[in-house]
């Protein structure tokens, strides 16, 4: 069973800049597919970009330009590059175990627990 954890989660100013780690284990990660979610208060929670077993990757409008998803198949880690952050960046971000259908990326049941981003202005 894949099992997500995730981190490098913090507080920054605005402008600034933070990277998130989506470790896995229990499954092959070189065939893994992640997507990076993330949920404001009283927001629903929203696909913020994935990538794909072969490096397929794809960005919420609201985050082109500014964050960037990799992965690295020797550590089994996912990163999300955050950049030039704002304030409305603020929330509890999740990696999730997926798959990419073209390019829709298609969310499994497999979550981690969340790390908190808070961006002040």
């Known amino acids: 069973q894949v099992q997500l954890v995730e981190s490098g989660g913090g507080l920054v100013q605005a402008g600034g800049s933070l990277r998130l780690s989506c470790a896995t284990s229990?499954?092959?990660?070189?065939?893994?597919?992640i997507g990076w979610y993330r949920q404001a208060p009283g927001k629903q929670r929203e696909l913020v970009a994935s990538?794909?077993?072969?490096?397929?990757?794809t960005y919420a409008d609201s985050v082109k330009g500014r964050f960037s998803i990799s992965r690295d198949n020797a550590k089994n880690t996912v990163y999300l590059q955050m950049n030039s952050l704002k304030p409305e960046d603020t929330a509890v971000y999740y990696c999730?175990?997926?798959?990419?259908?073209?390019?829709?990326?298609?969310?499994?049941?497999?979550w981690g627990q969340g790390t908190q981003v808070t961006v002040s202005s």
């Open positions: 229990g499954s092959t990660f070189s065939i893994v597919t």
């Open positions: 990538i794909g077993r072969v490096g397929t990757t």
């Open positions: 999730n175990k997926g798959t990419l259908s073209g390019n829709t990326y298609i969310p499994g049941a497999t």
